[in-house]
């Protein structure tokens, strides 16, 4: 395409709503433009990376055995409530009335759908296992819509839905599609990790989420460098804590101490200047039922609700109190002589703690040399707490990298939670009626493109994959008044676009230090510059956008070169 009759439109400055590297960008190279809060329009060059982006996703899908269909984004809200989820999606569910007073919703994910269409149409053992996907727009009424792309109200997805008539099968399909996933994101180059994950509101057995590196990735990953190991936050195993302390076992008695306006750990740890591994942390949790329980940990870790929910199997909250509890003294709370408590629970971390400091449950008060048995019991321990960066693999005993990421995928194993609640089922070998064993599988189509741009930058603009550049070749002619340069760019165009190479010729008139700049912004992997050298000695300058090398060619050699470019940098 010539630059002049094409629609680029790129800015100079950095928008204001732009807090990341990717939102910035996609508006400055004409990929995007903003239409209200979390709804954005495609525009030419976006369009054409996102059509890449599918087309990988297609190959790998159909590779897999999933077979492409389409449903309607919008859903009647009957098969919702059959489902739980009408209730349970609260209001990031965008829902509407058609002109008969109806309830509809615009779909978020299409499990409900997908498995009423597969009520009414798969009947017997015979048709299964089936692997169904599409791509299609979702909706999500976000709270606060940001990071352009990352989190906005309207979204591209490619979703895949499973039916199988046992576990095994299951498992056959969520292993290809995890194999499928994989090859997505390395076909488009970028650095990631498939971790362990929290079914969340899709529900189900179990779930991987597809975490692509990024330093300012809202999802925080825990892995490890020397085996396969690899987890969200929230889900992150480790080997119990060392202890921190030296010295032998503690042997003080336990005393009280005047700590007055101490009511947080930095505060505690200023006064008594000692380190955080030297506190032990009290931290109270209720149940729907109004229940306390108190949960300990080494000043230096963090409780994972989660954790401590799938502990003691209940929905738990960090317990808030009232003006009329006096039940507790918040901010000096300690597991010593602790009344009104449903159960206490100590983290792994605090094992092998010693002559410890911990609150006295009274006001500006705290005890040292507290030591566990002697001074207070636990009912169990547990692993309740979030992974440090010092802590080891539960696998190999590797240390732990801690990292920030993306989630571009996530895929799950649903089982029968779908199915057993819409009715939907077959007929088995032995003639009985039995439920779908499901499976879902997604990953975010605009997501990737600000993940791959998040991942793939520097100071001057994005670094396109060349699977997924909006234009494979950027061609400048340094001053399109030269007859000479001119007529080079004109046939080298030509020669490229006959060949069936994707080449985006700037044929502006203006100053070659723009086009540069839009062409470095724009993020091409390779930029061919007709300019003086051509003139001198007919050679023709290529610029590589991925790491600023540059080369030389006669015309002659150009296409030869961009074809074996190509072969070796674009995956299929």
Not at 14 to 27: F, K, N, Q, V
Not at 71 to 92: F, I, N
Not at 193 to 221: N, P
Request: hydrophobic residues 35%.
């Amino acid at each position: 395409m010539k630059y002049s009759e094409g629609f680029i439109p790129t800015l100079k400055e950095d928008p204001r709503e732009a807090e990341i590297a990717s939102h910035s960008l996609t508006l400055r190279a004409g990929l995007i433009r903003k239409i209200a809060s979390g709804i954005y329009a495609f525009l030419p060059a976006g369009i054409r990376v996102l059509q890449k982006i599918e087309q990988i996703i297609r190959e790998e899908m159909n590779r897999a055995g999933a077979v492409e269909i389409f449903l309607p984004v919008m859903q009647p809200a009957e098969l919702w409530k059959k489902s739980g989820r009408w209730d349970e999606y609260g209001p990031e569910l965008f829902r509407l009335k058609d002109r008969s007073d109806r309830d509809f919703c615009l779909g978020p994910t299409h499990e409900e759908l997908i498995t009423q269409l597969a009520y009414h149409d798969i009947r017997s053992y015979k048709d299964l296992p089936l692997n169904l996907y599409q791509i299609q727009v979702k909706f999500r009424d976000e709270i606060r819509p940001r990071y352009g792309l990352l989190r906005a109200r309207e979204f591209i997805m490619k979703d895949a839905y499973s039916f199988c008539g046992d576990e095994k099968g299951l498992d056959e399909i969520y292993e290809k599609m995890h194999t499928a996933y994989s090859r997505i994101v390395e076909r488009m180059d970028l650095k990631f990790r498939a971790v362990e994950a929290d079914t969340g509101l899709i529900g189900g057995k179990s779930s991987h989420e597809f975490l692509v590196f990024a330093g300012d990735g809202e999802e925080t990953l825990v892995y490890c460098p020397d085996c396969d190991y690899a987890a969200n936050m929230e889900m992150a195993d480790f080997k119990a804590p060392e202890n921190l302390q030296d010295g032998s076992p503690g042997i003080n008695e336990a005393e009280e101490i005047s700590t007055p306006g101490t009511n947080n750990i930095e505060d505690l740890v200023d006064f008594l200047k000692t380190g955080k591994e030297n506190i032990l942390k009290t931290m109270l949790l209720s149940d729907e039922e109004e229940n306390v329980y108190s949960f300990l940990m080494r000043g230096d870790r963090q409780l994972n609700l989660s954790k401590a929910e799938k502990f003691l199997g209940r929905t738990l909250d960090f317990y808030k109190g009232s003006e009329d509890d006096h039940r507790f003294t918040i901010g000096y709370i300690g597991p010593v002589s602790l009344r009104n408590i449903k159960g206490i629970y100590g983290d792994n971390s605090i094992k092998n703690m010693k002559d410890f400091i911990t609150g006295a449950n009274k006001a500006d008060t705290h005890l040292k040399n507290v030591n566990l048995e002697r001074d207070f019991e636990v009912d169990d321990f547990g692993d309740f707490s979030y992974p440090l960066d010092t802590d080891r693999c539960i696998k190999c005993g590797g240390k732990l990298q801690i990292e920030k990421g993306i989630e571009i995928g996530h895929i799950f194993k649903l089982g029968k939670k779908y199915s057993e609640k819409m009715d939907a089922g077959f007929i088995d070998r032995d003639g009985k009626q039995k439920p779908f064993i499901m499976g879902c599988y997604g990953i975010g189509v605009t997501r990737i493109m600000s993940a791959v741009i998040e991942q793939l930058h520097d100071e001057k603009g994005i670094i396109w994959p060349p699977s997924i550049a909006p234009y494979l070749v950027n061609l400048i002619v340094t001053t399109s008044r030269d007859s000479a340069m001119a007529d080079a760019a004109e046939q080298l165009y030509d020669v490229l676009t006959e060949a069936g190479v994707e080449v985006l010729y700037d044929d502006r008139n203006i100053s070659t230090g723009i086009k540069f700049k839009d062409s470095d912004l724009l993020g091409i992997p390779l930029r061919l510059v007709i300019g003086k050298k051509y003139l001198e000695s007919k050679l023709i300058e290529i610029q590589f956008r991925k790491n600023d090398e540059k080369t030389e060619l006669v015309p002659e050699n150009i296409l030869a070169f961009i074809k074996d470019f190509k072969s070796r940098n674009i995956k299929k």
